[in-house]
């Protein structure tokens, strides 16, 4: 192992140095990948100093997610306590579904969870668990309510159709969940959203009306902590006015601004959160810990284990099911995802996380007005987010973005809002600086007219 440590180690300082030098790895064209590197599988393994080429080489195409030219994403960076934590849970490998196999990691885990909730303003019963990511946490939600709403679903399956409610602007997987989990995907109604791209309550709480007339049965809302496009948050404290009113489960998903919680500046965007009845956040967006790291918590204890529970005596033999917390999970066997965020947390307490929280926010702020002030530029996303949404010149988006990436140049995406579309940068790579997003600018500004001039369109 010593020796695999020490070619880990180098193989990390290669990273960053090509991080540096090559922030945007060079492109190997999907169609060519198999004929630029050899990743077969063969009878015969290779001695360590193949190895190690051949690792490189991978290493080398790469895209760099940690690097100053990744915006691409909902995520980015590289938080070092927070690696740590995550590199030493695969030394430790447990699984975290037994106090007998995790141990203390079944504490730091539940200690997170305590802290979100309150943190959330829940009640002190709360609690909740991890999963492989926001989709995952969102589909948990959803099956709780499923099964909150309707006690016998567990057994017999759904017998007379459930309808859910999200607006347009929501992320896919709560169509994809409405599919997996038996509601079916005609069973998903898409509220309107005003110009910010934030939920209708009004039209919300339409769409219920009609579907107890037509004898659907309304189970379950989700509002959006930050959408996945323009980073918009959903009016909590009104739609759970609705929810309340009909008896339906609110969801707030929260994966990709549901952080807002650690900052005394900015909570203020999940206002009345303490009125839903689940929550969940994906700590690997917006506090930098490595994918992935979901959490979701319920003020509904005991729809936890109710709907995720099942006994195993081969597994449960010690400890009782509080600290078995596979007693809870959608997986049986389970990575340790708590470690990484818990190292975090603990050595930059919760005001260091409402400080890498504040950056993005800031860094926003800078992109915003660099666009404001510069007439090439049209803005379309609005405060308080960190999706900083534009279009220069006029190029297409979509060409630009893949042009940048083509000629490894900048990692940025494009989205759409209302049938426009346009350039999204996300500032949620918190080691960035005023000097990372002027740069970000610059590169493009460069790049455009050198390049692609040719195809502007007006
Ligand atoms: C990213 C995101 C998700 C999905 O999270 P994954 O961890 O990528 O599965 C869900 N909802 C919103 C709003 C998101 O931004």
Known sequence: MENDIALFSELC??????????????????????KKLDLSLNAEGLVDEQLKESLRQIIKYTPKTASKSFFNQLFGGRLNKATLGDLLAVMLNNSMYTYKVAGPQVGVEKQIIKNICQLAGYNPESDGTFAPGGSMTNMMALIMARDYKNESVRATGITKPMTLYTSIESHYSLSKNAAMTGIGRNQVRFVHTNEKGQMSATHLEELIISDIKEGYEPFFVNATAGTTVLGAFDNIEEISKVCKSHNLWLHVDGAYCGSVIFSEKYKHLVRGLEHSDSFSVNAHKMLGTPLSCSIIVTQHKEQLHHSFSNEADYLYQTDGDEFNLGKTSIQCGRRN???KFWTLWKSVGTNGLEKIVDKQFKM?????NYIKNHEDYTLYSFEESISVCFNYKNIPAKELCTALYENSELMVGFGKFKNQEFVRMVTINSLLDEASIFSFF?????????????ITTT
């Open 364 to 368: 926003a702020d800078i992109a915003r």
């Open 442 to 454: 610059e590169t493009l500004e460069a790049f455009a007219s050198r390049k692609m001039l040719k």
């Open 337 to 339: 995802d708590a470690l």
């Open 13 to 34: 300082n290669e990273l960053f140095e090509q991080e540096k030098k090559q922030p945007v790895a060079k492109l190997i064209p999907s169609s060519e990948l198999y």
